[in-house]
């Protein structure tokens, strides 16, 4: 069973929720809703907009998902190709993780849901729409095909919820989001999930909610808190090397690397495939298939080590994850939040270590800058550094890194069937929305 951040002293019971949810909640051993789910289960019960800044690791999936079901059981089924009810969510990855969710909340109650997702075969996805479901679950480019092709109609939506919105922002998604609201009928329930509330967050939101309930459950910097951090300056060429000797040494058995390209995290896998330590590599070049594999495969701890990129990584839910590992340091400083975000979670201390070459003194102190301090340094016997990583001055501001280019239409993750994304940084570089 897994520990949220924080509970509550409230009951599930008291919350408006019926025999059979609350049966599925016990089933999965929640004692008692996370802030989220006591603040955000009742507004949408009572049908209104709910505007929630909470991130993953919070319980917010539950917490929109139980009422949702609630709802759904009063009201009309589905007709044929409609969906009563849209989740939109950036990635993939987040969006199987939530159609997980809504079949085990859901395992009582005669309801239908469907995930779609590009980056596999569209027909499949369009059978199943033909009947109608009662939830669909999708990521925003694949749902833009499927409606062109009206494989789905919107005339019987009553809830849309925007999961991720800063990610989806981030992710250059803000044209198709507003193509999708332009197919959806404006009376409907929107509730809309967002780590942060930036300028554009908000400007988004002001043509989507109507008289939100405002819900925050994510003071700055709770994940930053229970994480250890610390840097190990090394040369660029030795990082491999200092990467198993840590994994060795302390004997790891579950870590999550993250790596700038997908080059480099294919060539990090086979390095250490060759050294013995079992890896897989998540990213934007690989089949869906070939992901949700290695995903698996982590989880169930059959490999050590997933390397990934910061996009694949999004949103993934794992447990108790002890260890991240910066093989590089992303371009964007608050990718480095996202990432250490992915340990020390529920309640749980995590650490994060980077490896950092002189090379990357520049995102080194775009992120202590961000930060606010200097991250702690530990050279490792032997890898001692012949180029020098220069000590950041947080009194001086750096300048910010180069805006990243816009991505390619095809190269977005989640995206369009058969996409093989291309980009590398697929951040709009717009706002500091992922500043917590
Ligand atoms: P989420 O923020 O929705 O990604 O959820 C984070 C994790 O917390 C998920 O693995 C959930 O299964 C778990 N979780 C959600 N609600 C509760 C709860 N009330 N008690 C214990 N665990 C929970």
Redesign the pocket.
């Known amino acids: ?5 924080m ?1 509550t002293d409230i009951q ?1 019971n008291s919350l408006g929720l019926s025999d059979k949810l609350l049966q599925a ?1 016990e089933e ?7 802030p ?2 006591a603040q955000g289960i009742p507004a949408v019960l009572e049908g209104k907009d709910v505007m929630a800044a ?10 929109f ?1 139980l009422p949702i079901l609630e709802g759904l059981t009063k009201g009309d089924r589905a007709k044929a190709n409609q969906a009563r009810v849209l989740i939109l969510t950036p990635t993939r990855e987040l969006a199987a ?2 159609q997980d ?1 809504i079949v ?1 909340y859901g395992k009582h109650l005669p309801l239908s849901s469907t995930v779609v997702f590009g980056g596999v075969k569209i027909n499949p996805q369009m059978m199943k729409l033909r009947k109608g479901v009662d939830i669909l679950v999708a990521t925003p480019g694949r749902l833009i095909d499927l409606h062109n092709q009206k494989a789905v109609r919107f005339n019987q939506l009553e809830v849309l919820v925007l999961d991720e919105a800063d990610r989806m922002l981030d992710m250059g998604f803000i044209h198709d989001i507003r193509k999708i609201l332009a197919f959806l009928p404006p009376k409907r329930q929107t509730l809309m999930f967002s780590a942060t509330f930036s300028q554009e967050i908000r400007t988004l939101a002001k043509k989507l909610v109507q008289n939100p309930v405002e819900i925050s459950v994510t003071p700055r910097n709770t994940t930053v808190k229970s994480v250890t951090q610390w840097i190990c300056p090394v040369d660029k060429k030795q990082k491999s090397a200092l990467l198993v000797r840590l994994i060795q040494e302390n004997d790891w058995k579950k870590v999550l690397v993250f790596s700038r390209t997908k080059h480099g995290a294919n060539r990090l896998t086979r390095y250490l495939e060759k050294k013995k330590i079992s890896a897989a590599a998540i990213h934007g070049n690989k089949s869906q298939n070939a992901r949700t594999k290695a995903l698996k495969a982590f989880k169930e701890d059959e490999i050590r080590i997933l390397v990934a990129t910061d996009i694949a990584a999004r ?1 993934i ?1 794992i ?1 108790q994850l002890p260890q991240v590992i910066n093989f590089d340091l992303p371009n964007v400083p608050e990718d480095y939040i996202h990432r250490i975000g992915r340990t020390g ?2 309640g749980l201390k995590g650490e994060a270590i980077s490896l950092v070459s002189a090379d990357e003194f520049k995102q080194l102190s775009d992120i202590e800058y961000l930060l606010n301090r200097i991250l702690d340094r530990k050279v490792i016997d032997g890898f001692s550094p012949v180029h020098d990583v220069p000590v950041t001055r947080l009194d001086k501001r750096p300048s910010r890194a180069k805006k990243p280019k816009k991505p390619k239409k095809d190269s977005r993750q989640g995206q369009r069937s058969g996409a093989k994304g291309k980009g590398h940084n697929p951040r709009s570089g717009k706002g500091n929305t992922g500043r917590r």
């Open positions: 069973m897994k520990i949220p951040l509970e599930f909640i999965k051993g929640y004692k008692t809703p996370t989220i789910q909470a991130q993953t690791g919070t319980g917010k999936t539950a917490g998902v993780q939530i969710n085990d949103g839910d447990d979670r529920a």
